[in-house]
């Protein structure tokens, strides 16, 4: 069975940072294409940043330059740096695969940036 479990979020002032992690089992994290999903209050989710089995990264334009995913194979975990904070990066945070099916998805991590 597959879990994916999301930690690190909380209450930043904006221009802060925060480190997400996503710790997987059931599945190996480097051989699949994930990634980072955000849904704030009202919106649909989106993807912010995602991960290649290869190694390639990409980023949405709100996050670019200031959001870095990576990943531990020894942990089989993945991670979002979060670096110069805005109000409007406040959501939920989720990781999953970047292509549907989708994995069930876990509870998430509320990450607040205050103005």
């Known amino acids: 069975q597959v879990q994916l479990v999301e930690s690190g979020g909380g209450l930043v002032q904006a221009g802060g940072s925060l480190r997400l992690s996503c710790a997987a089992s059931g599945i190996t994290v480097r051989l699949r294409a994930m990634g980072w999903y955000r849904q704030a209050p009202g919106k649909q989710r989106e993807l912010v940043a995602h991960i290649t089995s290869g190694g390639s990264t990409n980023y949405a334009d709100s996050v670019k330059g200031r959001f870095t995913i990576s990943r531990d194979n020894t942990k089989n975990t993945m991670y979002l740096q979060m670096n110069s904070l805005k109000p409007e990066d406040t959501a939920v945070y989720y990781c999953?695969?970047?292509?549907?099916?989708?994995?069930?998805w876990g509870p998430g991590t509320q990450v607040t940036v205050s103005s």
């Open positions: 999953n695969d970047k292509f549907p099916p989708y994995f069930s």
